[in-house]
């Protein structure tokens, strides 16, 4: 499948042709959005010819002082959809050849696809050695070289692949993980794209698990899943993306942190959009996208006006264009047949990118089977360019009757089988030669980017303790660049010191300020509580996470101070944040402290977020410790209107339909008759009636009947210690302490209608495990619970009784026994439980 951006609004005739594959033409279409029936072809425009390298070339513009040259093509390659160098200069290319072979999505059954290594073996510049590295693939999506071979994503797998023999074809095929996307799913949104990046982490468009290689295993750990189809990294190490009608994005701030908090699901400080101006200026007109038939998707003379299939973006790092190049973002438009530029800049850690153009593209091509999908760096300095040259690049989940119907009138399914890699440099007499890469550390130095980032990829993959004295080293070098690299290889080496992160703590860079504060640990915590003297907004955000990291006294005090000074800035607020789950009202209550007449503006917008965290949170207590704050300011004044604006905030989960839930109490709180009086004016009085209607206690007037909690006995107790460190140890991890799962990997449990319904329903999942989708808290997930059948009864009965009573919860607890029956009951089944199977429990027999 072609990358996942094609699927979006407006698909020109050639995604058309890929998205035919799957469905009979009379199904073919996006159940729920194909458009009208009726169509009328606006623009009538004649079949295009497929053309030869040689003739597409001349179909492209490139801006002014460039050009583009053929790397590779059919028949070499076939369908490619994605692309990466080793650190020899050979290319590794997925061909998706099984996509979308016509309207009805044939072929994608097939194992057809295939991963070939290319070589120049004449140092032309042109490929021309093949070889098959891993073939008969169903599907195959991704790849990244690495450790002497490559990562391959062949769903629902993720293998390493290696040749150790020397004849370019893949004899080690080792599974890494088998969630990478799903066999048969929608290959338009799934996992893909791997990227090696600085923090010396694999991270993934579409993917939510980060992989470190240590000592020649894959470990892996949790972030947060971002973009669509592409992913790349700047100079600093954030990750960039998008998604098909969104040009760029990008996380300001790392993911990791933010996987603590899951409340924050709207930050801004990740998944960060970037350009406000994305007009797009085809160089033809372009009727063939999905949603042509809206007016708002063509302009009168028919050319696409906004992205519809954005992909495979890049942040250009290499050393072959001129200096105003570098840094600037390169995203393709596959479906207007372009690539467009962006220039970048940064103000205090915010990232901002400007459409260049006014009325044109850096590239554009008048063939419409010029469909590039990634745009990468390449060893010797230029921007790559993946083409999948096709007419069909929409996938048949997503085709529109409009768009069926001009793939069909301009005959474009076909051909499906050509492909193409381009390169584009600039107007010089000499062609950047390629370089190639070993473990030597000056090659951190580097004016190129992509090999920077391989050279401090192999010394860390290597595990060489021989390097690390150059490397500490070269913390002293003229270039930041240079520093910031050797600073990630230590730390990938576990070689780096304290003495060497005091040094770059106080480095001149703030790049490489923020990074020895991201590299610290705990031992550390004197240090970074000492920097008071730092300005910088971006340091300052990331001393934010790391301090509330720690959970001391002193580091809360530290930022709480922090936060008066700068608690308007966004990034170092929602970095503060990040490590205040469940201390929420403990953390107001330091910056009450902290209030004076001068720093009013910034403590308030910092009480206005704990407040609506907590009210996020739905638990009483914490809720009303903040009142009780709020009670104590000066009558009406902002410290008091910000703590119970942020209360007043939707207290549900902001993707959820269902109402806040009622907070119980077990008397009328004092405070509340305090803050009535305090919030007299009408905008007060409204949010004072919003946090009052939250909160429920025996005897008031209009309230239901207070939920009944049944005592615990002593071994029911027994049991929810045992469950406690049962959860603890080995459901926290995906589920969080705090229980409030984790996007894109694990549910909530807290005020789950699963926790807190059938205690057996819970039960034969934990035995049996559950397979998305499902709903839970009126928000949708497509994951898995595997089955861990390993547990006792006495397990099983405890941490479920844990996970009904913790959190607030009071759900009766579950015996052992009743674990004993249900496992005797299901112990002849051997496939997971789908949610439909379980609503249906009792309705009619189950089946084992």
């Not at 005739?13 to 009726?38: D, M, R, T, Y």
């Not at 894959?218 to 009608?245: A, E, H, P």
């Not at 005090?557 to 009202?585: D, F, H, P, Q, Y």
Request: glycine residues 8%; proline residues 7%; neutral net charge.
């Amino acid at each position: 499948m072609p990358p996942p951006r094609f699927h979006s609004h407006v698909l020109r005739s050639s995604l058309f042709i890929l998205a035919s594959s799957f469905l009979p033409s009379a199904q073919a279409v996006h159940q729920k959005n194909a458009g009208p029936e009726k169509v009328e072809l606006k623009f009538n425009l004649p079949p295009p010819v497929p053309l030869s390298p040689e003739e597409a070339m001349k179909t492209f513009k490139v801006e002014k002082g460039f050009h583009i040259e053929l790397v590779a093509s059919e028949p070499m390659i076939e369908s490619p959809v994605a692309m990466s160098f080793d650190d020899q200069g050979r290319l590794y290319v997925v061909e998706m050849r099984g996509y979308m072979h016509d309207l009805e999505g044939a072929g994608e059954k097939e194992p057809t696809g295939r991963v070939s290594l290319l070589e120049d073996t004449d140092g032309d510049g042109r490929m021309d050695k093949a070889t098959p590295f891993l073939d008969n693939l169903v599907m195959p999506r991704a790849v990244l070289a690495v450790n002497g071979g490559a990562l391959i994503a062949v769903p629902p797998n993720l293998y390493f692949c290696k040749d150790t023999d020397g004849d370019g074809k893949a004899d080690v095929k080792d599974v890494v993980a088998t969630d990478f996307g799903t066999q048969g799913g929608q290959p338009e949104h799934m996992a893909n794209t791997p990227v090696w990046a600085m923090d010396n982490a694999i991270w993934s468009a579409g993917y939510s698990t980060r992989f470190k290689l240590r000592s020649g295993v894959w470990q892996k750990d949790t972030g947060l899943g971002r973009g669509q189809w592409g992913l790349c990294q700047d100079d600093f190490g954030r990750l960039y993306f998008n998604y098909n009608s969104d040009m760029l994005r990008a996380d300001l701030l790392p993911t990791e942190a933010f996987t603590r908090n899951p409340l924050l699901r709207n930050a801004t400080s990740i998944n960060a959009k970037l350009a406000a101006d994305q007009t797009l200026y085809p160089s033809h007109p372009t009727p063939g996208v999905n949603r042509g038939y809206d007016p708002k998707s063509l302009r009168a003379d028919g050319t696409l006006a906004r992205p519809t299939g954005t992909c495979g973006a890049l942040i250009y790092r290499g050393d072959a264009f001129p200096t105003a190049y570098r840094g600037n973002a390169f995203v393709p438009e596959p479906c207007a047949n372009l690539v467009k530029r962006f220039t970048m800049s940064e103000k205090d850690g915010i990232v901002k990118a400007t459409n260049t153009a006014k009325t044109t593209e850096f590239l554009t091509s008048t063939d419409e089977r010029f469909r590039p999908v990634q745009a990468a760096n390449g060893p010797d300095g230029a921007l790559y360019l993946v083409d999948m040259y096709r007419g069909i690049i929409q996938h048949q989940s997503f085709l529109t009757h409009y768009l069926i119907a001009n793939i069909e009138a301009r005959k474009l399914e076909t051909p499906f089988n050509q492909g193409r890699i381009w390169r584009i440099v600039p107007d010089s007499k000499e062609r950047p030669q390629p370089v190639k890469v070993s473990k030597d550390v000056n090659l951190l130095t580097h004016a190129n980017g992509w090999v920077r980032d391989t050279a401090q990829r192999l010394i860390v993959e290597s595990g060489d303790a021989a390097t690390v004295p150059a490397l500490k080293e070269m913390i002293t070098n003229k270039s930041a660049l240079a520093r910031l690299h050797a600073l990630w290889t230590l730390d990938g080496l576990a070689a780096v010191t304290p003495d060497l992160l005091r040094l770059a703590l106080t480095d001149k860079d703030a790049q490489v300020r923020a990074a020895a504060v991201r590299i610290s640990t705990r031992d550390l915590a004197l240090d970074l509580i000492a920097l008071a003297a730092e300005k910088d907004a971006l340091v300052l955000a990331h001393l934010a996470i790391k301090l509330t990291s720690f959970n001391l006294p002193d580091a809360d005090t530290a930022v709480a101070k922090l936060l008066a000074s700068n608690g308007k800035n966004t990034l170092i607020l929602e970095g503060a944040l990040t490590g205040m789950r469940g201390r929420e009202a403990a953390f107001a209550k330091l910056m009450a402290g902290q209030l004076t007449k001068d720093n009013s503006v910034q403590i308030m917008p910092v009480m206005e977020a704990l407040g609506s965290l907590l009210a996020q949170a739905n638990k009483a207590g914490p809720f009303e410790e903040m009142l009780e704050l709020a009670a104590a300011q000066p009558q009406g004044g902002a410290m008091q209107v910000a703590a119970i604006k942020g209360l007043a905030s939707n207290g549900g989960d902001p993707k959820s339909k269902t109402p806040a839930k009622l907070l119980w109490l077990e008397a009328e709180p004092a405070s509340l008759k305090t803050l009535k009086s305090a919030m007299s004016d009408k905008a007060g009085t409204k949010l004072f009636a919003s946090v009052a209607a939250r909160l429920a206690w025996p005897g008031k007037p209009g309230a239901p009947a207070p939920p009944k909690i049944v005592p615990l006995n002593e071994s029911q107790t027994a049991l929810f210690e045992k469950g406690k460190t049962v959860y603890a140890t080995l459901c926290a991890a995906c589920h969080q302490p705090h229980g409030f799962g984790l996007d894109g990997l694990a549910p909530p449990l807290v005020d789950s209608e699963w926790v807190l319904g059938k205690p057996e329903i819970l039960t034969r999942i934990v035995l049996n495990g559950l397979a998305g989708p499902l709903k839970v808290s009126g928000r949708s997930f497509n994951l898995a619970m595997p089955p861990l059948p390993q547990l006792t009864d006495e397990d099983i009965a405890g941490v479920l009784t844990y996970i009904r009573r913790e959190w607030e919860h009071t759900g009766s607890p579950v015996e052992i026994k009743a674990v004993t029956t249900l496992r005797e009951q299901n112990k002849g089944r051997m496939a997971m439980w789908t949610e439909e199977e379980l609503k249906n429990l009792g309705k009619k027999p189950v089946t084992k």
